[in-house]
């Protein structure tokens, strides 16, 4: 049974996950789409933990919520944010 | 002097930070631990928390602050099952306003906590602190009420300004 | 498995499910309700009750053990850090002027698409 | 148990992906990043509870990180709307 | 026509990696040429002979030491290109728009000064555990990167100055390739070749591993910050 349940959850995972890439690349708002982004490394963060990878995990989450964002941001304000 | 109560106290909460990261098992990691969460307290102390800034608080105050997050707790909670009925409820009985509110101050921590005791208690947010000054937005007319009245006023001047 | 551990294991999971409960809660308000700051209502006072209820209940499960004060930590960490979040994203939107909607001026408000 | 804390966290999966269509959609920026941040609480706790179900506490260390991260990032963020210093209305 | 061709093309590739894939062992399946006996020795033997207790440490620091030596370099000349691209682009930049002055919020700028000393303390708790949880010097040094971003923000760029100071900045950015140097210098000199890590005893093996992770935690770190810095530098 605990087995059957963590392959539910892998399940959604991985549709979370394209989900959220799928997002990401039909967002014509750059600002937009650097946001929605974080979410998917915050998704692809329980990727690594699930299967295993923690020190993975970890760089995900220290990198992908915490730096890449605020670096994007940053690289936006000083560029045009709509994409053409 | 007070430079000295601040670093002491920056100290013993990053000391105790420490043990729950490292746990107490290892004393060799304690050791690691302590010069560095020394530094970093004085650092704390001489440069972040001063004034007063951050936890520099009475043995006293520390106690009543203890009673302050019970009571917190239970505001928090119902005002988690006051949202979950206005989500619920399929006519979405909202009518929000901004009030603002006025409460005189003589510590930072006084206004952070206001600020965020409003922001976690039923029907109301903090949008903005300005010195004494509170906008706040009310999922409806009659949450403000506590506010008003400044009940959380007396709670928190009891917590961080008496001593 | 003894009268104490069923306990327990009782209060735990029904403290998972309220939280649980909670953020499905936060979430539909996320969703349904008019405007940034009403969502905002709903966001931060869910999350912080979903989040502490659960990570309460498996601190219980876990019992007296040394990693219970890590979560304890991360509770009080999302007791500190949420309200001040939601307040952030509150005063950025109205110090660029985003309006509250509200009954009298219906729809129009700040929820312009 | 093993197996309720499973279906739990399917359970906040479910409630993430809902809140991912408030970050698609969102009207204004803030919106989208409340969502973001109400999806980071998620997953905060979803480590948490994987770090309980995979019974490695040391898995705790990566809900940590996420705690104080998710919180910075939105502060950064915000500050930069709030100052104006990202080009054009983002209403 | 257009369409037909790409899709005959599409397909040529397709095939022969689908065939591949069809041919190779299945997903976790112990044949695999990753599980027979290279992950057996790292499993079986890491522990005692990396210096490290927790293996993806000892891999990637003492087995693929090499592997990382680049990968740091690499990290060190992404800062490089950063601060050269904005030095170069002088003439046809757009003024940066000054933006109405918003005063900080009290509330956040408090919690901040409050959370900030936890974060740096859990930032060197994430280095030094590095051996034996998630963690290490990229994960720690992130995180400390992270937290000289928030105090440049919201504490104000002198603050954050204090967390990587002024004058060796520019060698602390370039300190995860000089202190794989440094420790290869070490290795070559305790046994003939560069890291040298097979050769050394446990004991010197941890210690080594330790620099390692601190070289790259602090480099990361300042980093992470230089590129920050640089392109919030006023044009």
Redesign the interface.
């Known amino acids: 049974?605990?087995i059957?349940?963590?392959r539910?959850?892998d399940l959604?995972?991985m549709?979370?996950l394209v989900?959220?890439a799928l997002?990401v690349v039909?967002?014509k708002d750059l600002?937009?789409a650097s946001?929605?982004f974080?979410?998917y490394s915050?998704?692809m963060?329980?990727v690594w933990?699930?299967r295993?990878?923690?020190?993975v995990?970890?760089?995900e989450?220290?990198?992908g919520?915490?730096?890449t964002?605020?670096?994007f941001?940053?690289?936006?304000?000083?560029t045009?944010?709509?994409e053409r | 002097m007070k430079r000295a109560t601040n670093i002491g106290q920056a100290m013993v909460l990053l000391a105790g930070f420490w043990a729950v990261l490292a746990g107490l098992t290892s004393p060799g990691l304690v050791a690691v631990g302590l010069p560095v969460a020394a530094a970093v307290a004085a650092w704390a102390g001489l440069r972040l928390w001063t004034d007063d800034e951050p936890p520099v608080m009475s043995a006293r105050q520390w106690l009543r602050f203890a009673g302050y997050c019970v009571r917190l707790v239970r505001d928090i909670v119902s005002a988690a099952v006051l949202v979950a009925e206005k989500v619920l409820d399929p006519r979405m009985p909202i009518d929000p306003v901004l009030i603002v509110h006025r409460a005189r101050f003589g510590r930072e921590v006084s206004r952070v906590a206001l600020a965020n005791s409003i922001t976690l208690t039923p029907g109301t947010l903090t949008v903005d602190v300005d010195g004494d000054r509170f906008v706040v937005h009310c999922l409806a007319e009659g949450f403000a009420d506590d506010i008003r009245d400044g009940t959380f006023e007396r709670r928190i001047r009891r917590v961080f300004e008496e001593p | 498995m003894s009268l104490f551990e069923a306990i327990r294991n009782a209060a735990a999971v029904v403290l998972v499910c309220t939280g649980s409960f909670f953020f499905l809660v936060g979430t539909l308000g996320l969703i349904r309700f008019p405007d940034f700051y009403s969502r905002t209502h709903g966001a931060t006072k869910c999350d912080t009750v979903g989040a502490g209820s659960i990570l309460l209940g498996l601190a219980l499960l876990r019992g007296l053990h040394a990693d219970v004060l890590k979560i304890l930590a991360i509770i009080s960490l999302v007791l500190l850090t949420s309200p001040t979040a939601g307040h952030a994203l509150a005063r950025a939107a109205y110090r660029t002027g985003l309006r509250p909607w509200t009954r009298l001026v219906g729809g129009g408000g700040g929820d312009a698409d | 148990m093993d197996s309720f804390l499973w279906g739990a966290a399917t359970f906040l999966l479910a409630v993430a992906s809902v809140c991912l269509y408030r970050a698609y959609r969102g009207p204004t920026v803030l919106d989208r990043v409340l969502a973001v941040n109400v999806i980071g609480t998620k997953t905060m706790v979803l480590l948490v509870l994987l770090a309980f179900v995979f019974d490695r506490p040391l898995y705790v260390d990566v809900a940590l990180v996420y705690a104080l991260l998710n919180f910075v990032t939105t502060v950064v963020a915000t500050r930069y709307f709030e100052t104006g210093a990202l080009e054009g209305d983002w209403q | 026509m257009k369409r037909a061709l790409v899709i005959a093309l599409l397909a040529a590739v397709a095939m022969p990696l689908l065939l591949a894939a069809a041919r190779m062992p299945r997903f976790g399946s112990v044949e695999q040429p990753a599980y027979t006996h290279v992950a057996r020795r790292y499993l079986e033997r890491g522990a005692e002979e990396a210096g490290a207790e927790n293996i993806v440490t000892g891999v990637i620091l003492n087995y693929r030491g090499f592997d990382t030596n680049g990968e740091v370099t690499v990290i060190f000349t992404a800062c490089a290109a950063v601060a050269a691209v904005l030095a170069c682009s002088g003439e046809g930049r757009r003024p940066v728009r000054a933006g109405t002055p918003v005063a900080l919020s009290p509330v956040v700028r408090y919690v901040v000064r409050l959370l900030a000393p936890f974060i740096a303390l859990f930032a060197f708790y994430v280095v030094v555990f590095g051996e034996v949880s998630p963690g290490g010097g990229f994960q720690g040094g992130t995180v400390f990167g992270a937290l000289i971003i928030v105090t440049t923000v919201v504490v104000g760029r002198d603050e954050a100055e204090r967390l990587s100071p002024e004058r060796p900045r520019l060698w602390l950015q370039a300190a995860g390739p000089l202190s794989f140097l440094a420790v290869g210098t070490v290795g070559a000199l305790l046994t003939g070749w560069y890291l040298g890590f097979p050769h050394v005893p446990r004991a010197i093996a941890a210690s080594m591993l330790m620099a390692l992770e601190f070289g790259i935690g602090v480099g990361g770190a300042m980093v992470l910050a230089g590129i920050f810095w640089r392109l919030g530098d006023e044009a």
Do not use: N, Q, W, Y
Not at chain 1, 52 to 55: I, K, N, Q, T, V
């Open positions: 049974m605990p059957e349940m963590g539910l959850f959604g995972l549709t979370l989900l959220c997002a039909r967002t600002l937009a946001i929605i974080s979410a915050l998704v963060c329980l933990d699930h295993g990878a923690p020190d995990a970890m760089t989450a220290a990198v919520a915490g730096v964002t605020v670096l941001l940053s690289a936006i304000s000083k045009v944010r709509k």
